[in-house]
Nanobody
């Protein structure tokens, strides 16, 4: 139900834009989130957006560099990643859920639907 795209190889300081398209919307309060997982590390919250009001939330490591946005009509979220660093290298996953309370929005266990990962590699 979720299709992620936009990953690739980029040099440090460069930019990439990821997209996550949901095939259907199950709730007006649908939330789309991005998580990432590097080899040997736990899955990390990156950003999330509520499609109803476009409220956005970010992980501390990406604040000021990444921007999440959404297109309500297309049921799609985008993750613009600027000033990329080698430590941003990971597989990025998008996830969605029709009903997540705010306190759980950074918890990957709160999301019911997951897309396939897309690899982001940042070279130094």
């Amino acid at each position: 139900q979720l299709q992620a795209s936009g990953g690739g190889l980029v040099q440090a300081g460069g930019s990439l834009r990821l997209s996550c398209a949901a095939s259907r919307r199950t709730s007006i309060r649908q939330t789309i989130g991005w998580f990432r997982q590097a080899p040997g590390k736990e899955r990390e919250f990156v950003a999330a957006i509520r499609l109803s009001g476009y409220n956005t939330y970010y992980g501390d490591s990406v604040k000021g560099r990444f921007t999440i946005s959404g297109d309500n009509a297309k049921n799609t979220a985008y993750l613009q990643m600027n000033n990329l660093r080698p430590e941003d290298t990971a597989v990025y996953y998008c996830a969605a859920d029709p009903s997540i309370i705010l306190s759980a929005i950074r918890d990957s266990r709160s999301y019911s639907y997951w897309g396939q990962g897309t690899q982001v590699t940042v070279s130094s």
